[in-house]
């Protein structure tokens, strides 16, 4: 271990060390002081604030407090929340809002926010998203499309009502999207399986950094400085699939705070909690303090997939995930993705790789060939263009329009002929999606004799409405207008018989 500036670790790099390493940073003191070295607190202290900073940063976006004044003025109201145990419940109307405004009723085609005195509803919150549903009774239907929570303790139902008149005092049934409740819950259940198998395998300076829970699939961020290893991944998904079928309960405990923390809970840093907290173990493979809904035996997960694994910020990753049904689906999709190459290639899978590798192998041997045969064609084409070459005063200059070429061909062209003639001037030219692009070279006896190609290039691209430029032996450039391109190579030669004469 090396120390910067003489007998004092820097402290990101003893942050280093806890952070990426685990090592405690009691410990790093301990083995420094031995031999007489000690630690920059002050560095480790603000690089410690950084990195909860950056947690606290990813997070924010997902826990965007959702609150308009309205509710705040409504402070009589709370909702009592019983979706924990129940899918359906009847309730009270306690407020309707309309347009940001407290409204006596809603009728078909109104959307609406409706606060009940009683729901099983969960409300968007520690990543979770709302639940979707239906409140209704005999006289009118709503279809519920999420729930928020706002001043305090007031559920917001969100949605539109489809048939008759909800008025606020009205019983109705609250009864909410059991399926999608249920994938919510198995993609809950697994990501406090994942945080655990994260912390196994990866290490203890893992710490939650965000989460994002949807019916359809999680988001986990986790504070780590790099990438996972595709063979890291594998593990952790082995790891999250055989807890699922151990078949492991899931239960809940009330408790407060401290006794949470005591017994070893996995809590968020700086998220609020209440005195009395919940607890959803997993045996004793993990304990966080949580207010999410959750299968009650892993085995209901089914099945976990990671799809992605990327990073969102500095020191922290992200992993999203499938489970369930939608594991299979992922899995499904991968399917129809292979039967798709399995037609376009016209083999079966298993030969699938090594066509692929036979084909790149192809592609390699083809362009090879096309450089040969290109070769052979600039060969060929140097022949015409060495007996049409002109004699200015003993420098040979040959100029020519070229479309079959590019502008490497052209260079290639331009060498055969400087090696054909030992004093020569060349100036090409091609067009490609109306454009002119310009090529001019001279051998070192001409550049010696007053030549300079860049300044012609340069002149010639302007008389094409363009520009270029470049060496007294090798130049080029663009002209945009195509008229001008006879002229511009008729203004080469002028310019170099006027230097050569
Ligand atoms: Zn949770």
């Not at 968007?124 to 999420?146: A, F, L, P």
């Amino acid at each position: 271990m090396k120390a910067s500036g003489g007998n004092v670790l820097d402290g990101i790099k003893a942050f280093k060390l806890y952070d990426t390493y685990g090592f405690p940073i009691e410990l790093t003191k301990e083995i420094l002081n031995e031999s007489g070295m000690s630690i920059d607190e002050n560095g480790y202290q603000q690089e410690l604030e950084k990195q909860r900073l950056r947690a606290r940063n990813s997070r924010k976006e997902d826990n965007a407090l959702w609150e308009k004044d309205i509710y705040s003025t409504m402070k009589d109201i709370e909702t009592k929340f019983i979706g924990y145990d129940v899918f359906k419940s009847d309730a009270k109307v306690l407020a309707i809002i309309k347009d940001n405004e407290i409204v006596d009723s809603a009728e078909a085609g109104e959307e609406v926010n409706i606060i009940l005195d009683t729901t099983p509803f969960y409300a968007e919150s520690g990543g979770q998203v709302g639940d979707s549903g239906v409140i209704k009774n005999e006289d009118v239907y709503i279809n519920i499309k999420d729930c928020k929570k706002a001043g305090g303790n007031k559920f917001i139902h969100i949605g539109t009502v489809e048939r008759g008149i909800l008025n606020v005092g009205d019983t109705v049934e609250a009864i909410i999207d059991e399926r999608s409740r249920m994938s919510t819950a198995r993609n809950h259940t697994a990501t406090h399986l994942l945080h655990s198998a994260l912390r196994k395998f990866i290490g203890d300076h893992v710490h939650q950094a965000g989460s994002l829970v949807t019916p359809e699939r999680l988001r986990f961020d986790f504070t780590h400085y790099q990438g996972l290893a595709p063979d890291e991944i594998k593990t952790i998904e082995d790891e999250v699939n055989k807890k699922i079928y151990e078949s492991i309960d899931v239960s809940v405990d009330i408790m407060s705070q401290d006794e949470a923390i005591k017994k070893g809970a996995m809590a968020l840093f700086q998220e609020k909690y209440g005195d009395m907290v919940r607890v959803v173990n997993i045996s004793d493979y993990s304990k966080e303090l949580c207010g999410g809904t959750h299968v009650t035996n892993t085995i209901q997960v089914g099945a976990f997939k990671i799809i992605a694994e990327s990073g969102v910020a500095a020191g922290v990753r992200r992993i999203e995930a499938v489970t369930g049904l939608g594991a299979l689906e992922f899995l499904n999709k991968k399917g129809e993705l292979i039967s798709n190459i399995e037609q376009i290639l016209k083999v079966n899978e298993k030969d699938i790789v090594n066509r692929i590798a036979d084909l790149s192998q192809t592609i390699k041997d083809l362009e090879r060939q096309l450089e040969q045969l290109k070769s052979k064609v600039v060969i060929s084409m140097s022949d015409k263009l060495i007996n049409s070459a002109e004699d200015i005063s003993g420098v040979k200059f040959v100029s020519a329009i070229l479309n079959d070429l590019d502008v490497d061909e052209l260079k290639m062209m331009g060498d055969i002929l400087k090696d054909k003639f030992k004093s020569a001037v060349i100036i090409f030219a091609t067009t490609k999606d109306q454009k002119i692009n310009f090529v001019g070279m001279a051998t070192k006896d001409a550049v010696e004799r007053g030549i300079n190609v860049g300044n012609i290039i340069k002149e010639i691209c302007r008389v094409a409405d363009g520009k270029g430029g470049g060496r007294a032996d090798m130049a080029q450039g663009v002209g945009n207008n195509l008229e001008k391109i006879n002229i511009a190579i008729e203004a080469s030669r002028s310019l170099i018989v006027e230097k050569l004469q």
